[in-house]
């Protein structure tokens, strides 16, 4: 995967952060400066990391994990569920419910119900209720899609969170912490980097750095997919196994 170039982070806005007053200490390795009051990210900082966090991304993607995409700012949802969706992860741009990760057992039971309703709706089961009962199942099924439909594939824990906000989206962090499930972030220069496991440290604003990181992530998830560890090693266990086979016949 070929990493931005400095100019096209320029481009996309990733070096902006937020008013000088408005920092968090612990982002000071990440800063270059400050200009007419607003702190300056370090681009070269930012490469730098983010090739870290993809490399992560793409290592976790190839052992057959999971990556749950979260991002439910306003600049943000049309991107995430676009990249999500590109690569095949599950995503959260709307609301985040208590308990995603935290109570995931009850969460699931929400999803299986809703994916339930939602089968028997598309094979014409739902004859049996009421017209009236029918408009409240359609309902049902409408608000769940919003709310859960992001994570109907998700059948366990991630092995790691993509969150494109990392102070917006608070309690998917703080849930993702809890759980000691990784954090792939992005910091913008008013945000406690230590609660992040892989730091992307970029503007989480501008519309342009948001879209650029999220086809970045799920390009890396793509490239893992296509190069699974798990099958290599199966390849390379089988081949063993083949030799020594051959090698037992010779001698028989």
């Known amino acids: 995967m070929k990493l931005p170039t400095l100019q096209e982070l320029l481009t996309a806005g990733a070096h902006f952060g937020h008013q000088a007053s408005r920092w968090h200490p612990k982002m000071a390795p990440y800063i270059f400066g400050v200009r007419s009051g607003i702190h300056v990210i370090n681009l070269e900082r930012t490469q730098e ?42 995503f ?9 990760l935290t109570n995931f057992k009850q969460i699931r039971d929400a999803v299986d119900r809703y994916l339930k309703l939602k089968e028997q709706q598309l094979k014409g089961e739902l004859g049996k209720y009421t017209k009236l009962e029918r408009l409240m199942i359609a309902r ?69 750095s948001i879209e650029l990181v999220t086809k970045l992530v799920a390009e890396a998830v793509k490239e893992g997919k296509a190069n699974p560890v798990v099958l290599e090693k199966k390849v390379e266990k089988i081949g063993k196994e083949t030799k020594k086979a051959e090698a037992l016949k010779v001698q028989a």
Request: charge should be neutral.
């Open 49 to 90: 990391e983010l090739g870290k966090a993809l490399d992560v991304v793409k290592s976790i993607a190839a052992k057959g994990g999971v990556i749950l995409f979260v991002g439910t700012k306003s600049q943000a949802k049309k991107y995430v569920r676009a990249a999500a969706e590109d690569c095949g992860m599950p």
């Open 92 to 100: 959260v741009t709307e609301r985040w419910l208590g308990g995603t």
């Open 140 to 208: 049902d099924i409408e608000e769940c899609d919003v709310k859960i439909g992001g994570i109907a594939t998700l059948k366990k824990k991630p092995e790691a969170v993509f969150i494109t906000d990392v102070r917006f989206d608070k309690t998917a962090v703080m849930e993702a912490i809890a759980c000691n499930i990784p954090i792939v972030g992005v910091c913008d220069t008013n945000v406690n980097p230590d609660r992040v496991t892989h730091v992307i440290p970029m503007n989480d604003d501008a519309v342009r």
